[in-house]
């Protein structure tokens, strides 16, 4: 079980001072400021959950699950995992967690990647049985034998990721950490990475923390999810309520030849009073619906009569609309 309770990390940074005088002051200023990246954070995580944790950038998930992982020490609050505080005991804490972060690869670049799995089992003292049923199930899940001798430099974002998972799970851990574990795949290496992570927590009843800007993973993965944003936490329950009020939601842009004039599209705000969300650019629309009120075919007929498009594109609803609308209550 993972038990957070009143996290806070704040970090002291010196001075700003505009201007290459003013950087020369606050390099040997003694003055500073507090940034608080979590701010009095509590949550509990049961044993086999996976729990999507997930917010804007910079809203300060990385640094709650480097504290988690025992890389930094709290301001205040404490994390216990299975009964033990990260940052005051980190060698007993690494024989039960894993930890990938899609954005670094914790591999040893000129090495085979199956020297790093060696590597791996000698630290965390695996014996060979276990290794090799271990890597038996790790090739079953995320077919590591095409390329288990290749240098990891020589290997694909896709592989190397898929690598990466395969060395944070050899010591079996009972928690693993992952941070953007899909960044940069394409849809196919997605999907496998995603079937991987539902087979590994189905098998061994890992716990897994995700952290990702991928709704399709969250949706695929995660039953829970905790939202936070600007370090704190806004949200934390079913994913199922979430998708009930956002699941429906989507959006299409116009790009026009010319300035979008707001008194000739407020009028398609009457297709969904509800949701309708209008973004003015400059030379760009965005309009926000839910797609139970009106449709994109209805919203483009309407607006092509009335402006100048050039370009009309469909977004999915993206993490930040969704912690924009629980910040206004609407959850
Ligand atoms: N070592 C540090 N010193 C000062 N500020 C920091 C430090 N680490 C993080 N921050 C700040 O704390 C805030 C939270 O950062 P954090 O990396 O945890 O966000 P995040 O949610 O993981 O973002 P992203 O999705 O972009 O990775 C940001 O404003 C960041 O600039």
């Excluded at 060698?91 to 090495?111: C, S």
């Amino acid at each position: 079980m993972i038990e957070v309770q009143n996290l806070t990390k704040s970090f002291r940074m010196n001075k700003k001072y505009p201007g290459f005088r003013g950087a020369l002051k606050s390099f040997f200023s003694t003055e500073y400021t507090l940034k608080t990246a979590v701010d009095n954070i509590s949550f509990t995580i049961q044993d086999g959950e996976i729990v999507g944790y997930i917010g804007a950038n910079g809203a300060g998930k990385s640094t709650t699950i480097k504290m988690m992982t025992g890389i930094l020490t709290p301001t205040s609050g404490e994390v216990r995992v299975n009964g033990v505080v990260p940052y005051e005991d980190r060698q007993k804490n690494a024989r039960d967690i894993g930890v990938v972060f899609g954005q670094k690869t914790q591999l040893w670049w000129d090495l085979p990647l199956s020297e790093t799995f060696t590597l791996l089992r000698d630290i965390y003292e695996v014996s060979p049985q276990d290794f090799e049923e271990r890597m038996a199930f790790l090739d079953e899940v995320l077919e590591l034998k095409e390329f288990l001798l290749t240098p990891v430099r020589a290997l694909s974002l896709g592989q190397r990721m898929r690598g990466d998972l395969a060395a944070a799970l050899i010591h079996n851990p009972k928690v693993v950490y992952l941070d953007e574990p899909t960044i940069g795949l394409d849809v196919v290496v997605k999907e496998n990475v995603r079937k991987a992570i539902q087979k590994i927590n189905a098998t061994y009843g890992t716990t897994v923390i995700l952290t990702t800007h991928d709704l399709t993973d969250i949706e695929e993965l995660c039953s829970r999810i905790i939202i936070i944003d600007a370090g704190k936490k806004i949200y934390d329950g079913n994913l199922a309520h979430i998708k009930e009020k956002f699941g429906y939601m989507s959006s299409v842009e116009f790009l026009t030849g010319s300035p979008v004039l707001p008194e000739k599209v407020e009028f398609i705000r009457s297709l969904d009073p509800e949701y309708l969300e209008l973004e003015y650019g400059e030379n760009r629309l965005q309009v926000k619906f839910n797609r139970n009120n009106t449709s994109t075919t209805e919203i483009t007929r309407q607006l092509m009569g009335t402006l100048d498009v050039l370009e009309f594109s469909i977004k999915e609803t993206s993490i930040e609309d969704i912690v924009k609308k629980i910040y206004r209550n609407e959850v």
